[in-house]
């Protein structure tokens, strides 16, 4: 693992995964065919990560061998592929060197991982392959198998400059992950991007909507925090891919457990971890904290990765104002954004903040959240494991 680790690692910041068209050439026609019948290609804005663990776990508690892929990790790379089978990543670092030298192509760290994640996938003969897709779809690294299950989580504002200004441009990048779909699994939508699925696409055969499924339990999906229509979505994915039905208690909020997705780290005073990353994953991490908590005088200590709109994050957090604005220090994590770039925005919005250390998130009395980039998220838990 030391050598494949060092290998991704030389990756980091040197190569873009821009080399889509020739990736398919790393596989037989015959492993193409099977990654096309046998993964769950999950794409969306937000959620992407959850859906796909869930996925995951409720596959696994069915036993069906599979193999998870997700992206960025928290703390170490492995956390990428998870399988439930023993697997040694290393056996596979040799086809991925060769396949650069011979194809004269140098592979970006998602891509390297990406074909790891499917070689192995393939050689342990497991039965699905769970791939979260990186950014958009249609020209994003896993859109080279062409899935014939996809799981569309929802559809909001991020990456706009790649994807497009309007929820129907992102669709488009979105839902074409794959131009041959069987089983179209539909998340949290409005009813808009719902007609429009039914009335403007015409390249999967059956679509399975949360709203829908979640009715069949009395459930109202407006009554949903977001973990659970996460699980939701997934339990429809796995009972409708098996045709089985399998029976949960809703209420148990053990079902909803994601590491840095609503993750309660301490309960008083409560300390939440949220990799809440643009300005539809920020309004609904605080809808879902406001049902559970008193949100007066809650520490918001946010951070997030470069290229973000923050400026209506915090037009957004403006209005909240019973939180606690405080930006993490610049140079604390990967990639961010430091707080003196939007200092100015602040100021003359008279929006009130602090710029902090990370340290004082955890020195904090009082209910606090940790939210942004998931880099971030990690960067916490690693100097907690220190």
Do not use: W
Not at 222 to 249: F, G, R
Not at 296 to 317: A, M, S, V
Not at 357 to 375: M, V
């Amino acid at each position: 693992m030391k050598e494949l680790k060092e290998y991704l690692d030389s990756k980091i910041g040197k190569s873009n995964n821009k080399n889509l068209k020739v990736l398919n050439k790393f596989f037989s026609i015959s492993q193409l065919d099977r990654l096309k019948d046998r993964t769950i290609a999950v794409v969306g804005t937000n959620g992407k990560t959850s859906t796909a663990r869930f996925i995951y776990q409720i596959l696994s508690e069915q036993q069906y061998s599979s193999l998870l892929f997700t992206s960025p990790h928290l703390v170490n790379f492995v956390e990428r592929i998870r399988t439930n089978n023993d697997a040694d990543f290393d056996l596979y670092l040799n086809d991925i060197r060769e396949f650069e030298e011979t194809t004269n192509t140098t592979l970006g760290y998602f891509e390297t991982l990406f074909l790891l994640a499917s070689i192995c996938f393939l050689e342990s003969e497991l039965d699905f392959f769970i791939c979260e897709a990186g950014i958009g779809g249609v020209l994003d690294t896993t859109s080279i198998i062409q899935s014939k299950n996809v799981v569309l989580t929802n559809i909001g504002e991020d990456h706009q400059d790649l994807l497009g200004y309007k929820d129907i441009d992102v669709l488009n990048q979105k839902i074409f992950v794959s131009s041959n779909i069987n089983n179209l699994f539909i998340g949290d939508l409005s009813n808009e991007l719902i007609e429009t699925v039914e009335k403007n696409y015409k390249h999967f055969k059956s679509s399975y909507y949360l709203k829908d499924y979640s009715r069949s339990f009395n459930i109202q999906i407006e009554d949903l925090n977001t973990n659970q229509k996460n699980y939701m979505l997934a339990l429809k994915t796995v009972t409708s891919l098996l045709d089985c039905n399998i029976n949960k208690n809703f209420s148990d909020s053990d079902l909803y457990s994601i590491e840095g997705r609503f993750e309660v780290i301490n309960k008083n005073p409560v300390k939440i971890l949220d990799g809440a990353h643009n300005l539809e994953g920020v309004i609904h991490l605080l809808k879902d904290y406001e049902k559970q908590y008193n949100s007066k005088n809650t520490y918001l200590y946010l951070g997030f990765k470069t290229g973000k709109d923050l400026e209506t994050i915090f037009n957004f957090l403006n209005s909240k104002k019973d939180y606690k604005v405080n930006l993490i220090e610049e140079n604390t994590f990967f990639n961010q954004q430091s707080p003196n770039d939007f200092k100015y925005f602040l100021d003359n919005k008279s929006i009130d903040y602090k710029i902090v250390t990370l340290d004082s998130f955890s020195l904090n009395k009082n209910p606090s959240i940790l939210l942004g980039s998931l880099y971030l998220i990690g960067e916490y838990k690693k100097r907690k494991q220190t």
